[in-house]
């Protein structure tokens, strides 16, 4: 125990990362030149999930076929370097897909999605702690909107994860065979959004993208989550007249 302990934080300490608790995510959540691209095919719901680089921001999202808010969000961020040289993902609840993009703010995949059971833009204050006991109720189950900062890390599982909002135990992480497994992949396969409001709060992935795409950027460095809203407008949380970052001579 103590040596696995000793090996996680000189591990941190080799990659230049700041060592956090180890906590669940969520705990019952459940237990919480481009190449050619592969196209993953998710019910009818087609996912992006070569790992590989699909164009500038404005020409990926239209490649992926986002929502008009998901590409003013990418268009925000780019205008404004707003990732500031890091990686990033845009989450968007409505239509329950995540965007993963490099450095380069150029889209790497993207994949159907579980977000939080219930619409909401807010955490309920306390609800990291209560999620430890796996005790929170059906209006506390929201993913969040904004901005956070992620970063890897692991749940008590020793299971690697992407952390998104450490204090609210929110995180990017796998598909889990536990016993809601069945239930989950199926609405990741189904055609429509509308089920796919079904975790505590944690957006889950399935493996083969979470592996092919979220672990090598993600997982791997810090960066950038940004949850699109469920009620108010996108251009409400990120406003056109934010100032915009000047051009290096």
């Given at each position: 125990?103590?040596?696995?302990?000793?090996?996680?934080?000189?591990?941190?300490?080799?990659?230049?990362?700041?060592?956090?608790?180890?906590?669940?995510a969520r705990?019952?959540?459940?237990?919480?030149?481009?190449?050619?691209?592969?196209?993953?095919?998710t019910g009818s719901r087609a996912s992006v999930a070569s790992g590989q680089r699909i164009g500038s921001i404005e020409s990926g999202l239209i490649a992926a076929k986002a929502s008009a808010e998901v590409r003013y969000?990418?268009?925000?961020i780019q205008a404004r370097n707003d990732s500031g040289g890091r990686p990033f993902a845009i989450v968007d609840k409505k239509e329950a897909r995540l965007y993963v993009f490099d450095e380069y703010q150029t889209l790497v995949g993207s994949s159907v999605v579980l977000?939080?059971?219930m619409p909401g833009d807010e955490s309920v204050p306390g609800v990291g702690q209560r999620a430890q006991s796996?005790?929170?109720?059906?209006?506390?189950?929201?993913?969040?909107?904004?901005?956070?900062?992620?970063?890897?890390?692991?749940?008590?599982?020793?299971e690697d994860i992407v952390w998104f909002d450490y204090d609210a135990a929110l995180a990017i992480h796998?598909?889990?065979?536990?016993?809601?497994?069945?239930?989950?992949?199926?609405?990741?396969?189904?055609?429509?959004?509308?089920?796919?409001?079904?975790?505590?709060?944690?957006?889950?992935?399935?493996v083969a993208f979470y592996e092919r795409?979220?672990?090598?950027?993600?997982?791997?460095?810090?960066?950038?989550?940004?949850?699109?809203?469920?009620?108010?407008?996108?251009?409400?949380?990120?406003?056109?007249?934010?100032?915009?970052?000047?051009?290096?001579?």
């Open positions: 125990m103590y040596l696995g302990v000793l090996m996680r934080v000189c591990c941190a300490v080799a990659w230049g990362m700041a060592l956090l608790p180890i906590l669940p705990a019952a959540e459940p237990a919480s030149p481009p190449s050619s691209i592969a196209i993953a095919q969000l990418g268009n925000w977000t939080g059971a796996s005790r929170l109720a059906r209006h506390e189950r929201t993913t969040p909107a904004g901005r956070f900062e992620s970063q890897p890390g692991q749940n008590l599982a020793g796998r598909l889990r065979p536990d016993a809601t497994h069945a239930v989950r992949s199926q609405r990741l396969a189904t055609a429509t959004p509308d089920d796919n409001r079904a975790s505590l709060g944690c957006v889950v992935v399935p795409v979220v672990r090598p950027w993600l997982g791997a460095r810090r960066g950038a989550v940004y949850v699109l809203p469920d009620k108010r407008p996108v251009q409400a949380w990120w406003p056109s007249d934010a100032p915009l970052i000047a051009r290096g001579d």
